[in-house]
């Protein structure tokens, strides 16, 4: 059985279903390997515009197996690769996220550009309980995510944030029932995936490069990206 079930669309959107839902789609190497592949696929082809991520069964992703990460000499490091690809990932990653995103299945939810969850979602980081730290930027973008109090509270606390609270916070835009998640979500990589794919790449490496900077220097990039953007001859178009 695949770890990733990989499902395309005709808008140009394919799915991307984490599939161990015995295991509520813990990260094993296998699964962080075919991630960083189907990474590196989706974003050398051109038919691919927008993916959207989401767990099988009733939970979305609940970090490492640690049935096989914790050994001292495992390869957790390549799960940490995974998600910052996904985190660096030059088209739009939306995340529909199904049920519990706990630890590395926060992180790789905080990795999506967008989230939608169902009200039956919670997000919640387990680092500090199980003795371990993060590698792969919770300490970075979770306070980003949700603002510093909430994100001292999951981190240190390991304190659980429900989906109401995500939604009130900014982490998710939308609370959609279970039966719908999956359609809204990829409908709305649809309508992403349908404006101009290089204009969509550039916008969104935008925004996450003035993410990480200051508003001074966030304009300072901006500036030039759009002066590369006028040198290249594109010029207004509209779309849906």
């Not at 082809?45 to 609940?62: K, N, Q, S």
């Not at 970090?63 to 957790?76: C, K, Q, T, V, Y």
């Amino acid at each position: 059985m695949s770890e990733l079930l990989v499902q395309a669309h005709p808008i140009r959107v394919e799915v991307w279903t984490l599939n161990r839902p015995a295991a509520r789609n813990a990260l094993t190497s296998t699964l962080a390997a075919r991630l960083l592949a189907e990474l590196a696929r989706a974003e050398a082809d051109a038919e691919v515009g927008a993916v959207v991520l989401t767990g099988a069964g009733p939970g979305f992703c609940a970090g490492l197996d640690l049935a096989e990460f914790s050994g001292a000499d495992a390869p957790r490091g390549l799960v940490g690769d995974a998600i910052r690809r996904a985190r660096d990932f030059s088209k739009p990653l939306i995340g529909a996220v199904n049920g519990a995103a706990v630890t590395g299945g926060l992180e790789l939810a905080l990795a999506c550009d967008i989230l939608l969850a169902t009200p039956e979602a919670i997000f919640r980081d387990t680092h500090v309980r199980i003795g371990a730290m993060s590698g792969s930027g919770m300490t970075v973008f979770l306070s980003r995510a949700v603002g510093r109090g909430w994100a001292r509270r999951m981190i240190l606390a390991g304190d659980p944030m429900p989906a109401e609270v995500a939604l009130q916070v900014g982490l998710v835009t939308e609370l959609v029932p279970m039966p719908e998640l999956l359609d809204r979500a990829t409908a709305l990589a649809g309508r992403i995936a349908a404006m101009d794919p290089a204009l969509v790449s550039t916008t969104k490496r935008l925004c996450d490069a003035t993410d990480r900077t200051t508003a001074e220097a966030g304009l300072g990039l901006e500036a030039a990206a759009l002066r590369e953007h006028r040198e290249k001859g594109r010029g207004w178009k509209t779309h849906p």
